[in-house]
């Protein structure tokens, strides 16, 4: 068995991986599809995202639970969610074609849209079975198939955008990706549990496992619609520029905040679970720390990304995208109220209350819904970036509200640092304002950075003893679940 400090490294890497890759990769096809071929590129992504929620419903979460409370039991498990998940690929498919159909779109939209259903098809194979090797807890293999993917995609898509491929080719590097992503599945589950992935169909362990996966479905759709409904939306209202505008501020955000308030969250996670239930002083002051560190890397994330929108977009799109700059600002603004989502949420959910987590995401995501019908047909992706702004402001004055409840926030530290982090974060924007028309824009980010971590260093924002607390109550859980 593979210990948890080993999963979290195998994993790390990959998803360190897998973002900057992907993140060089849409941004290298963005500047070559331009801004209506790249809107069209990811409404398709988005739009087929959206339906494939309704394909596992929320049985993988519940089958590595399940496989592991139960290894005797994941060739019975395992059948029948492969089961109800190839009957949902085929019900997912049908609702995608009529839907597609039904709204109206071009014959070149909808062909984009079929072939990522593809994507779809191969990935829901793939993520079946890499969920046994979670509740197997060996995270290797899917690790691999992560970074095997995104280096097919990222192979495929260069050779192709170097001869100079049509619109319709682009989305074969994201099939063969997922091909080969489910390949290593298939391939390393033959070899490890030496039987190969078949379906089966016992109704009793079918309803069991139903039955425990509907609260992960009615989040995990929540999530989807967050993920990708502004798109939808916004491509229904608007012209395909608007929506690749738009995917190509979100881009940006989404980098930030998966690989830095991701890694955080998933660090903090399990060291919430344990102080939740041993000491509920270590817990508060935990938490308190981390939404500091939080800010520590939101706040100036935010005022560099106000002052430098525009030759960001600029030198990372170029000029046919400089419409995303305005988008971007406003995102920018959502950033640090995005960061504390994802830690509230986690901190939510470890301490027993994801149900009211649950219902709390409910409430935002059908007020993210409404939002964008009210703002797009006004301000098109300005209108998806505002929905996108309020929405967050709301989740996460439900989500302190109810954290307050567990534990006690310490104002008088919270308030102080805070300071302190916009103090140093005013003297690094005023130090941009000055020279960000003196310079190329990848050599004043790294000034910017090195004027915040000065002010930082001089004020004592973080002192080490803070430091040395953070990563010791982090390493804790870790150690618990190796012994």
Known sequence: MISTAQNTFYLLVAYTYQKVVALFYFIFLARYLGADSFGKYTFAISFTTLFAVLIDFGLFAVLTREVARRPEKTRSYFGNV???????TLLVFLGTFLAINLLGYSHLTKQLVYLNLLVVFFDALALCIYHVFR?????????????????????????LIYRQASLLWVVLPLIAGSFFYFLNALFFFRKKLHFWPWPRLDWPVLKSLLILAWPFFVTAIFAKIFATSDTIILSWFSADKFVGWYSAAQKLILAFLLLVAGSLSTALYPSFSYYFVRSRSRLEKLFNQSLIYLMLLAVPLT????????????????????????????????????????????FLNACEKQKSNTLIH?????????????????????????????????LLSLEIAKTRKIVALDYRYLFRKIGLIFLATLLMVGVLILIKDLAPVFLVVPVGGLIYLGVSYLTGLISQQEIVFLFKMIKVKKRKNEL
């Open 82 to 88: 492969l089961s109800f998940n190839i009957i949902g």
């Open 362 to 394: 409910g409430l935002g995501a059908t007020l993210f819904l409404v939002l964008n019908f009210l703002l797009v047909p006004l301000f098109f992706h300005l209108g998806s970036s505002l929905a996108v702004l309020i929405s967050f402001l709301f």
């Open 135 to 159: 509740g197997h807890l060996n995270l290797k293999f899917e690790s691999l198939g992560i970074v095997i993917h995104k280096t097919v995609m990222l192979g495929v898509g260069l050779f």
């Open 303 to 346: 005022g560099g990304l106000i002052v430098l929108a525009r030759p960001i977009i600029l030198f990372i799109y170029g000029a046919d995208y400089l419409a995303a700059a305005p988008a971007l600002i406003i995102l920018a603004c959502s950033l640090p109220l995005m960061f504390l989502d994802y830690v509230l949420s986690g």
